[in-house]
């Protein structure tokens, strides 16, 4: 197989930085600490941060490395969009309305 080097010259892409397991991770099988149904998930520009969107009215944040959730936030309604901005900030969009975020490190 061989490697596919990204051009800069033509459209981003995204590729997989470990191979897929062969059998689902038990991690992978458990919620990730929403009570209700995950609606989206963004990664952060920068590789180090993920955020979950969810019907549960929750915001939760992740660091990717430590694969473990670092914040929460609670909106006031159902969360059916997340999307990371190129300055590291964070859109989600809701019943209710559209929430940003800046995430302080």
């Known amino acids: 197989m061989t490697e596919r080097r990204h051009d800069p010259a033509q459209r981003p892409f995204l590729t997989a930085q470990w191979p897929l397991p062969d059998a689902p991770s038990p991690a992978l099988r458990r919620p990730l600490g929403h009570t209700d149904a995950v609606r989206s998930v963004a990664i ?44 590291g900030e964070l859109a ?11 995430l302080l490190t």
């Not at 989600?92 to 800046?102: C, N």
């Open 92 to 102: 989600v969009g809701g019943e209710r309305g559209l929430y940003l975020f800046a």
């Open 44 to 87: 952060a520009p920068d590789g180090i941060w993920l955020a979950t969107a969810g019907l549960d009215n929750t915001v939760r944040f992740w660091s990717v490395p430590d694969q473990r959730s670092v914040a929460m936030t609670r909106a006031e309604g159902v969360l059916v969009s997340c999307s990371w901005g190129a300055a």
